[in-house]
């Protein structure tokens, strides 16, 4: 079963408006990781949080993590067609991780 | 340049034809692991190894094999493979996960599998 899941499903914007897509999961972590997929393509990791952190910046990403509600959120300023692509967020230990089933980020020209 | 590579990238075979995708990773990393990926359903994790000789089902184990006898090889093995494994295929790698600073992984391009 899938530990983390995204919402939304998919998200259609403008370059420069912002973009924010939530992941919610269901045992208690040790961190969470936020991945981008480019259409097909391998991921790439973004950022990570850990359970002990309340929000972490990198460049023109926010994550945000909140263990009292089990939920996760990635916000993205700014938002350019380079941006397009699918986010997943991923948890887990030891070796065992597991990911959600994506938000579908489309940003327009 | 450091790097998780697959082999082959893409692949037609037929139901009960063994085969074998590769998957090596330059950057002497001691975990690595094979995802599948299917539309609505995200990543699954089919198998993953902690370090050379130490491997462990992940979610969707059924119908594969992995093998890590070396610190950068981690081949997934379909001894028979069914329509039902069609699918995308990432390889990943990590440092160490479990060590603070050392759990992002790194993926390869992944393999695209279709099973007649």
């Known amino acids: 079963s899938q530990q983390g899941e995204e919402d939304p499903q998919a998200l259609s914007i403008q370059e420069g408006e912002n973009a924010t897509m939530n992941c919610s999961y269901k045992?208690?972590?040790?961190?969470l990781q936020w991945y981008r997929q480019n259409s097909g393509r391998g991921l790439v990791h973004l950022i990570l949080?850990?359970?002990?952190?309340r929000e972490k910046h990198s460049g023109r990403l926010r994550v945000t993590l909140d263990t009292s509600k089990k939920s996760s959120s990635l916000l993205i300023t700014a938002s350019r067609a380079a941006d397009t692509a699918s986010y997943f967020c991923?948890?887990?230990?030891?070796?065992?991780?597991?990911f959600g089933a994506g938000t579908q980020v489309v940003v327009t020209p | 340049e450091a790097q998780v590579t697959q082999n082959p990238r893409y692949l037609i075979t037929v139901t009960g034809k063994k085969l074998t995708v590769t998957c090596s990773q330059n950057?002497?990393?001691?975990?690595m692991s094979w995802y599948r990926q299917d539309p609505g359903l995200g990543l699954r994790q089919i198998y993953y190894?902690?370090?050379?000789?130490?491997?462990d089902k992940g979610d969707v184990p059924e119908g594969y094999k992995v093998s890590r006898k070396e610190k950068r090889n981690f081949p997934l093995i379909l001894e028979s493979p069914s329509p039902n494994q069609t699918s995308l295929y990432f390889c990943?790698?990590?440092?160490?996960?479990?060590?603070?600073?050392?759990?992002?992984?790194?993926f390869g391009p992944g393999t695209r599998l279709l099973v007649l």
């Open positions: 990943a790698s990590s440092p160490r996960p479990g060590l603070a600073g050392q759990e992002t992984q790194y």
């Open positions: 045992t208690s972590i040790n961190n």
């Open positions: 949080i850990r359970s002990n952190e």
């Open positions: 991923a948890t887990g230990s030891w070796g065992k991780l597991q």
């Open positions: 950057m002497n990393h001691e975990y």
């Open positions: 190894s902690m370090n050379v000789e130490v491997t």
